[in-house]
């Protein structure tokens, strides 16, 4: 038994251990990377608050959990010599263990691996919690429950991770109180008979019914949820939502705190049947007033009139839409066209007129990845448009050709290949917005591998490292050389010119 525990707090304090490892090594790059682009500040606050976060949770989670499992413990402490009887031998083996002398540690074990990944789930949520801290008022409430916007936009989120957070937390440690009460007999099962003992009883009652509380607390929450509903005519709460959901959701609330209330009066009434006949109540009015009732409304009272019942939710969804954009204070203005438009005006507007665009992005993209892709693991990943001065003042649309992993044949995709040699990609393709070629096509003023520019433009650097498609990381300056861009049957190659990026010079960082 004591090889067992040995091996059992050896295996977690390694697992422990390679987790600490990971997540110090996934950080540290990190912090590399922030602090290169200058938001080290940023990613500091995003770990002081997945610190601080996880923390918070663990630790509730790990005293909740360890309170109830030593209340649990201390009421089988009468019962614990008794045998498991009738019962799977791995069962039987397993109970043993949870009887014997390292009980309190494998139990221990077990909350600090629980609250460990309890704790972890919240580390998600980090934003969640900033956005809470920093919550700030809109000025405006919304038509149903006259809540400030801002309540929807910082502060509802977290309400809802709470609430699932602390359901999920309550049904670990029943799930564990049980399981303790039945290795030290407390709770057994003797052919067709269920025996529990009363201490057990309240114990498990009374976490019932903090369990009913969170559940009445998640349809309160569910009530705000409304204002995202897509069941109407319009996105928000329609006419079903206000006069049957809201409604329902009421009377959910109603019988679950009855329920909680119930539960913890029950070891004192001693009235144990009144949970069966609560819990087919429950079921029964979850179905007939959550699922059935407001599809009833939508089909037989809402969709025969639905323009005139729709009508006061689809002005709150044009009315709230308006203020989001800022379109609500818009000030009409009338424009008067003229018509005898003059020379001296084309003058005045000539850099307006010689550069009306022509061009569509799309079709434009679509032509620049068939005639100027040159290979095919090169990409055109979007066209952007800028301004130069080339003699007279230009608009342009260009893009750069990329070299993404996914264009690489998966054959060769290798991790030198993708880490070492194909690092960057090359060039870029630039033609007027305002100009198209006898066949249809744009004119390139700037093309083909190396750039070749038919305007006063010196393209110094062309490899391309910070692109829209780099979505890896790469090494250089290694003894590799880097592939820069293909030469007829040759390649071309060379090695990273730039500043930018992080050092990765000695052991640690290399580790």
């Given at each position: 038994?004591?090889?067992?525990?040995?091996?059992?707090?050896?295996?977690?304090?390694?697992?422990?251990?390679?987790?600490?490892?990971?997540?110090?090594?996934?950080?540290?790059?990190?912090?590399?990377?922030?602090?290169?682009?200058?938001?080290?500040?940023?990613?500091?606050?995003?770990?002081?608050?997945?610190?601080?976060?996880?923390?918070?949770?663990?630790?509730?989670?790990?005293?909740?959990?360890?309170?109830?499992?030593?209340?649990?413990?201390?009421?089988?402490?009468?019962?614990?010599?008794?045998?498991?009887?009738?019962?799977?031998?791995?069962?039987?083996?397993?109970?043993?263990?949870?009887?014997?002398?390292?009980?309190?540690?494998?139990?221990?074990?077990?909350?600090?691996?629980?609250?460990?990944?309890?704790?972890?789930?919240?580390?998600?949520?980090?934003?969640?919690?900033?956005?809470?801290?920093?919550?700030?008022?809109?000025?405006?409430?919304?038509?149903?429950?006259?809540?400030?916007?801002?309540?929807?936009?910082?502060?509802?989120?977290?309400?809802?991770?709470?609430?699932?957070?602390?359901?999920?937390?309550?049904?670990?440690?029943?799930?564990?109180?049980?399981?303790?009460?039945?290795?030290?007999?407390?709770?057994?099962?003797?052919?067709?008979?269920?025996?529990?003992?009363?201490?057990?009883?309240?114990?498990?009652?009374?976490?019932?019914?903090?369990?009913?509380?969170?559940?009445?607390?998640?349809?309160?929450?569910?009530?705000?949820?409304?204002?995202?509903?897509?069941?109407?005519?319009?996105?928000?709460?329609?006419?079903?939502?206000?006069?049957?959901?809201?409604?329902?959701?009421?009377?959910?609330?109603?019988?679950?705190?009855?329920?909680?209330?119930?539960?913890?009066?029950?070891?004192?009434?001693?009235?144990?049947?009144?949970?069966?006949?609560?819990?087919?109540?429950?079921?029964?009015?979850?179905?007939?007033?959550?699922?059935?009732?407001?599809?009833?409304?939508?089909?037989?009272?809402?969709?025969?009139?639905?323009?005139?019942?729709?009508?006061?939710?689809?002005?709150?969804?044009?009315?709230?839409?308006?203020?989001?954009?800022?379109?609500?204070?818009?000030?009409?203005?009338?424009?008067?066209?003229?018509?005898?438009?003059?020379?001296?005006?084309?003058?005045?507007?000539?850099?307006?007129?010689?550069?009306?665009?022509?061009?569509?992005?799309?079709?434009?993209?679509?032509?620049?990845?068939?005639?100027?892709?040159?290979?095919?693991?090169?990409?055109?990943?979007s066209v952007n448009v800028d301004r130069y001065h080339f003699k007279r003042y230009s608009?342009?649309?260009?893009?750069?050709?990329?070299?993404?992993?996914?264009?690489?044949?998966?054959?060769?995709?290798?991790?030198?290949?993708?880490?070492?040699?194909?690092?960057?990609?090359?060039?870029?393709?630039?033609?007027?917005?305002?100009?198209?070629?006898?066949?249809?096509?744009?004119?390139?003023?700037?093309?083909?591998?190396?750039?070749?520019?038919?305007?006063?433009?010196?393209?110094?650097?062309?490899?391309?490292?910070?692109?829209?498609?780099?979505?890896?990381?790469?090494?250089?300056?290694?003894?590799?050389?880097?592939?820069?861009?293909?030469?007829?049957?040759?390649?071309?190659?060379?090695?990273?010119?730039?500043?930018?990026?992080?050092?990765?010079?000695?052991?640690?960082?290399?580790?």
């Amino acid at each position: 038994m004591k090889t067992k525990a040995g091996f059992i707090v050896g295996g977690f304090t390694l697992l422990i251990g390679l987790i600490l490892a990971n997540l110090f090594v996934k950080y540290y790059g990190d912090w590399l990377w922030f602090r290169e682009m200058d938001y080290g500040s940023v990613f500091i606050t995003i770990l002081y608050t997945k610190v601080l976060v996880f923390l918070i949770f663990f630790t509730i989670f790990g005293v909740l959990a360890w309170v109830n499992i030593a209340i649990a413990r201390k009421f089988g402490y009468s019962t614990r010599s008794m045998g498991l009887v009738n019962l799977n031998p791995a069962i039987q083996s397993l109970g043993f263990l949870f009887k014997g002398t390292y009980a309190k540690y494998i139990w221990g074990i077990i909350i600090l691996f629980l609250a460990f990944i309890m704790g972890y789930s919240a580390v998600g949520s980090w934003e969640t919690f900033l956005k809470f801290i920093h919550a700030s008022s809109f000025g405006i409430v919304d038509p149903i429950f006259s809540k400030d916007t801002g309540f929807y936009v910082f502060k509802l989120s977290l309400y809802n991770f709470i609430q699932a957070w602390y359901s999920y937390t309550l049904i670990l440690i029943i799930m564990g109180v049980g399981l303790s009460y039945f290795f030290d007999s407390v709770i057994s099962i003797e052919g067709n008979r269920f025996r529990i003992h009363l201490k057990a009883k309240y114990h498990l009652s009374i976490l019932g019914a903090l369990f009913f509380l969170g559940i009445a607390w998640s349809y309160r929450l569910k009530l705000y949820s409304l204002l995202y509903s897509t069941r109407g005519a319009a996105y928000g709460a329609g006419y079903a939502d206000v006069h049957a959901q809201i409604v329902s959701y009421w009377v959910l609330i109603a019988l679950t705190l009855a329920a909680a209330i119930m539960l913890f009066f029950v070891p004192i009434i001693k009235k144990w049947k009144w949970i069966y006949y609560a819990a087919g109540v429950y079921f029964a009015v979850l179905i007939g007033l959550v699922w059935i009732y407001p599809n009833i409304v939508e089909e037989y009272i809402v969709k025969p009139n639905e323009l005139v019942k729709e009508i006061p939710y689809i002005k709150n969804n044009i009315e709230f839409t308006r203020f989001a954009y800022g379109l609500n204070n818009v000030v009409e203005k009338k424009f008067q066209v003229l018509q005898d438009i003059k020379y001296s005006d084309i003058k005045k507007n000539r850099n307006t007129i010689e550069n009306i665009r022509l061009w569509d992005s799309r079709p434009l993209i679509q032509t620049y990845k068939q005639l100027q892709e040159i290979r095919l693991y090169y990409d055109f990943k979007s066209v952007n448009v800028d301004r130069y001065h080339f003699k007279r003042y230009s608009e342009v649309a260009l893009a750069v050709r990329e070299l993404p992993v996914s264009q690489i044949p998966s054959r060769a995709r290798t991790w030198i290949n993708t880490h070492l040699i194909y690092t960057h990609g090359f060039g870029l393709v630039m033609s007027p917005v305002n100009e198209v070629t006898p066949d249809g096509m744009p004119r390139f003023i700037v093309k083909n591998i190396p750039p070749q520019a038919s305007v006063p433009l010196t393209i110094k650097y062309p490899q391309i490292y910070y692109g829209e498609e780099t979505d890896q990381y790469v090494i250089v300056h290694t003894k590799t050389k880097e592939f820069d861009y293909p030469k007829g049957e040759q390649n071309v190659y060379n090695n990273y010119q730039g500043r930018g990026g992080v050092r990765i010079s000695n052991l640690f960082r290399r580790l």
